[in-house]
Structure formats: structure tokens, C-alpha cells
């Protein structure tokens, strides 16, 4: 019986070392399994951060978009508004001229012998009884 027992032994020491093996590779396929969630769980994180990125590029190439539509806008009114000011310009040196241009030949036939009791442009009369002095550099003053 003794050497039973002894030819039991080896094999039961055999037997706990490929347990022993078996368990180590057990427990680094459990740690690579782990590592593997982690990783997973990483790729998910990046993938969703990536999704919210390009989301907020979309955004904000949308809001560019519209800010580049709004500036055209705003230089097409503005083109329009410094045509409207050239053409004011335009007609009120026309209105100034004919002003002008009516004011002399008011003056001159208030020369010749034309007697006129008042400023038929301004309202008032030679005496000075209110009216504007306008002279040559466009500065002006109250009679």
C-alpha cells in the first residue's frame, strides 16, 4: 500500500500544477478581458465625443454660414445707401445751383429798375426784417 500512496502523489502534484497553469492563464485572460472592456468603454467615450464634435462643427459652420450672408446683406444695403447719398448729393447741388442761379437773376432785375417790395425766396423784405445772410464760404447769419 505504501507504494500506492507513493504513485498517488506524483500524480496529484502533477495534477496541481496543471490546475495551477491553468488558473494563471485564467486570470490573464480575465485581466486582458478587462483590459479589453476598458479599451471598449475608451472607443465608445471617443466616438461619442467625436459625434458631439462634429455635431458643434456643423453648428458652427452653419452659424459662419449665415453670419458670411448677413455681412453680403449688410454691404449691399450699404452700397445702396451710398448711392442714395451720392444721388441726394447729386440733386441738392442741382436745387443749390437753380437756387442760385434764381437768386441772380432776382438781384438782377432788382437792378435794373424793378422795384420789389421783399425777397420773393426768403419771405422777407430789403429792410431787414429777418431773413439769412449767406456769404461766399457757405457760412451764414440772421439779418
Not at 458631439?52 to 455681412?71: H, T
Not at 447719398?85 to 437756387?99: F, G, N, Q, R, Y
Request: glycine content about 10%.
Amino acid at each position: 500500500m505504501a507504494l500506492h500512496s507513493v504513485s498517488r502523489f506524483p500524480r496529484l502534484l502533477g495534477f496541481c500544477r496543471v490546475w495551477r497553469v491553468f488558473r494563471l492563464v485564467n486570470t490573464l485572460a480575465g485581466d486582458s478581458n478587462l483590459k479589453m472592456d476598458d479599451l471598449r468603454v475608451l472607443v465608445n467615450v471617443g466616438k461619442s465625443k467625436n459625434l458631439e464634435m462634429a455635431s458643434d462643427a456643423k453648428l458652427w459652420e452653419e452659424k459662419f454660414r449665415r453670419e458670411l450672408e448677413g455681412r453680403k446683406r449688410v454691404e449691399v444695403m450699404l452700397r445702396g445707401y451710398k448711392d442714395e447719398v451720392e444721388t441726394l448729393s447729386e440733386a441738392l447741388k442741382i436745387a443749390a445751383i437753380d437756387v442760385a442761379e434764381a437768386a441772380r437773376d432776382q438781384m438782377i432785375e432788382d437792378e435794373e429798375g424793378d422795384e420789389v417790395e421783399g425777397d420773393e425766396f426768403f419771405g422777407g423784405s430789403n429792410e431787414g426784417e429777418g431773413g439769412f445772410v449767406v456769404s461766399r464760404d457757405g457760412t451764414f447769419r440772421e439779418r
